[in-house]
Structure formats: structure tokens, C-alpha cells
């Protein structure tokens, strides 16, 4: 069975200053990888995914995610984060040909000014 | 403008009365699912549907049952069987076929039971 492992429950990082949010997966083979953003009170917002290709993938609000299958992890980044990014970011894991995913328990970000 | 409105957005009940969730896409998506959010346990899969007319439970069914009668809408019924329904409750939508395609999320419904 595939699970999702975010180690850190919260994040608090300075306005500006750069952001990494673990994200590691079990499952036996390539799957597909997701992040979303959640702000208070309010449903999930998909940042990037990873289907195949380059393992670098560019999303929206100028984060990334880079898919290290050696590591089985697939880690969000952001060179700057601004207030607005305060909100709590999930990641989750789908196998191919099969729309079931599974998510992780989630990381609270808090930025401080 | 498509995407996925649920309603209400709050909601109070007394225990032991059944509630209907409500979950409706206009983005022509045939799969479709429920998910129970509680703080610090992540997003936990209810029920979903992949095509009108079927549905399959996910990890936390019990206590819950759904419909799919329209591609369009797919509701979700909390009944009294349900120990703990005080929660948030995301529906979201996604294509199939292919290899796999990504969820898109309603704004939620926060139900608490007291």
C-alpha cells in the first residue's frame, strides 16, 4: 500500500528567506506526486505535480519540487517566501492508472515578518 | 467559470439526525470523491466514483453513503451510524483514463454534531 510521510508538522521561516518542505513516499513503484496548498477554512489548491520526465518540476507561486527516486522523496522549495505563503501544504502519492492518492498529514508554514 | 461548489459551508446538526452534504463540478469530470479532514490526520478518503451509477468506499466509509445519479453532482449523507461527524469535508473531481490526473477541490463544508 502506498503511504506519504511529511516529518514536519510546523514550519515557521522569516519573510524572504528560503522554504523546504519534506516530503517522502512508500510505494513499489513509480507514482505519481503532488502538492497542494490549504489556507484556513478553504479547499485544496494544486501547486505542482509529477508524472514523468524531468524530476524537476516548476509550479505555481514560484515553488518547485524535485522527485529523488533514490530517496523516494519529492521536496517543495521556494527561494523566497512571502506572507502570503502562510498556509498549511500537503503532499500526496497516486499510482498509475488509478486515481486514488493518498495524502500526507501536513505541513503548517508560518511566516513571520 | 468551472470547478466545484459544495454547500452549505457550515453546517449544525443534532446527533442522531442523518445530514446531506452537497457536491456539485461543472468541469465534465467523470471521477469524483469525499474526503473527512480532521487537525493534525491529513485528508482521509470517504467515498469515490469513477462513473455514473458506481461508487467504491475509501479507508473511513462507514457511517457514510453516497450517490451518483448525475455526472454533475455526487452527495454525500453523514448518518447517525457515524461516531465522530464532526468534521471538515472536502469533495473534489478529477478525469480518468490515461495514466492518472490530478484532484480538483470544492471550498469544503464544516459539520459539527452536537
Known amino acids: 500500500a502506498q503511504s506519504v510521510t511529511q516529518p514536519d508538522i510546523h514550519i515557521t521561516v522569516s519573510e524572504g528567506a528560503s522554504l523546504e518542505l519534506r516530503c517522502n513516499y512508500s510505494?513499489?513503484?513509480?507514482?505519481?506526486l503532488f502538492w497542494y496548498v490549504q489556507s484556513p477554512g478553504q479547499g485544496l489548491q494544486l501547486l505542482l505535480k509529477?508524472?514523468?520526465?524531468?524530476?524537476l518540476v516548476q509550479g505555481i507561486k514560484g515553488f518547485e519540487a524535485e522527485f529523488k527516486r533514490s530517496q523516494s522523496s519529492f521536496n517543495l522549495r521556494k527561494p523566497s517566501v512571502h506572507w502570503s505563503d502562510a498556509a498549511e501544504y500537503f503532499c500526496?502519492?497516486?499510482?498509475?492508472?488509478?486515481?486514488?492518492?493518498?495524502f500526507g498529514t501536513g505541513t503548517k508554514l508560518q511566516v513571520i515578518p | 467559470d468551472g470547478g466545484i461548489t459544495q454547500s452549505p459551508k457550515y453546517l449544525f446538526r443534532k446527533e442522531g439526525q442523518n445530514v446531506t452534504l452537497s457536491c456539485e463540478q461543472n468541469?465534465?469530470?467523470?471521477?469524483m470523491y469525499w474526503y473527512r479532514q480532521d487537525p493534525g490526520q491529513g485528508l482521509r478518503l470517504i467515498y469515490y466514483s469513477q462513473i455514473v451509477n458506481d461508487f467504491q468506499k475509501g479507508d473511513i466509509a462507514e457511517g457514510y453513503s453516497v450517490s451518483r445519479e448525475k455526472k454533475e453532482s455526487f452527495p454525500l449523507t453523514v448518518t447517525s451510524a457515524q461516531k465522530n461527524p464532526t468534521a471538515f469535508y472536502l469533495c473534489?473531481?478529477?478525469?480518468?483514463?490515461?495514466?492518472?490526473?490530478?484532484?480538483?477541490f470544492g471550498p469544503g463544508t464544516r459539520l459539527t454534531v452536537t
Open positions: 509529477y508524472f514523468s520526465g524531468d524530476t
Open positions: 468541469l465534465n469530470h467523470d471521477a
Open positions: 510505494y513499489g513503484a513509480t507514482p505519481y
Open positions: 500526496a502519492v497516486g499510482p498509475r492508472g488509478y486515481q486514488k492518492v493518498t
Open positions: 473534489a473531481s478529477s478525469l480518468t483514463g490515461g495514466e492518472g490526473y490530478e484532484q480538483y
